[in-house]
């Protein structure tokens, strides 16, 4: 239950300001064995922050930079992520010159992010941005996968067997490159 050893030490005495406002700066490191930073961060703003705000009127409380630049590479993240994946569509509508087939690609993307989500879970490891890196690649490779699958059964759309036979048959090699958009 204890969140923090704090030690005193001999510091220079000085005020420092913002904006004409006395300005106090907390400074911490978390140890990553011990504790995720995103945890702390949300503790803070969910628990502790509002109790600081309601027992002192005027107080105003900033999170660290590092926070609100992780804030805003978020943001970023989710916007650009939209954008490849509204590009995705275009580019698999055109050829196929259908507004619903690419969006059946495009159903595998959120396949691959619960997946990921979930073996972080099962991992007991916290999502990072590394893992969000991952997880937007991730979305591309099983959307081209889609189309791969798609492609290869267009090659055997003559067949008269069914679709599951045809995807659990081994794969024979290449005749050459398909023109499966028709």
Same mark, same amino acid.
């Given at each position: 239950?204890?969140? @923090?050893?704090? &030690?005193?030490?001999?510091?220079?005495?000085?005020?420092? /300001?913002?904006?004409?406002? /006395? =300005?106090?700066?907390?400074?911490?490191? =978390?140890?990553?064995?011990?504790?995720?930073?995103?945890?702390?961060?949300?503790?803070? &703003?969910? &628990?502790? #922050?509002?109790? !600081? &705000?309601? /027992?002192?009127?005027?107080?105003? %409380?900033?999170? $660290?930079?590092?926070?609100?630049?992780?804030?805003?590479?978020?943001?970023? #993240? $989710?916007?650009?992520?939209?954008?490849? !994946?509204?590009?995705?569509?275009?580019?698999?509508?055109?050829?196929?010159?259908?507004?619903?087939?690419?969006?059946? #690609?495009? !159903?595998?993307?959120?396949?691959?992010?619960?997946?990921?989500?979930?073996?972080?879970? @099962?991992? $007991?490891?916290?999502?990072? *941005?590394?893992?969000?890196?991952? *997880?937007?690649?991730?979305?591309?490779?099983?959307?081209?996968?889609?189309?791969?699958? %798609?492609?290869?059964?267009?090659?055997?759309? $003559?067949?008269q067997r069914p679709v599951d036979a045809l995807i659990a048959e081994p794969a024979a090699p290449a005749s050459g490159p398909s023109c499966w958009p028709s």
């Open positions: 239950a204890s969140l @923090a050893d704090v &030690e005193v030490l001999q510091g220079y005495a000085r005020i420092v /300001r913002e904006d004409r406002q /006395r =300005v106090l700066k907390v400074q911490a490191r =978390v140890d990553p064995t011990l504790a995720d930073a995103n945890e702390v961060y949300a503790v803070l &703003e969910r &628990e502790v #922050f509002p109790a !600081l &705000e309601s /027992r002192f009127p005027g107080l105003n %409380l900033q999170i $660290g930079q590092q926070r609100q630049e992780q804030k805003q590479l978020l943001a970023a #993240f $989710g916007k650009n992520t939209l954008i490849a !994946l509204l590009v995705i569509y275009a580019l698999i509508a055109v050829p196929f010159r259908s507004y619903a087939k690419p969006l059946i #690609f495009l !159903l595998a993307a959120p396949v691959a992010w619960c997946g990921a989500v979930l073996a972080h879970w @099962a991992a $007991g490891l916290p999502l990072s *941005m590394e893992s969000l890196v991952g *997880m937007i690649a991730a979305s591309g490779v099983v959307v081209n996968d889609s189309l791969v699958l %798609l492609d290869y059964l267009r090659q055997h759309d $003559g067949d």
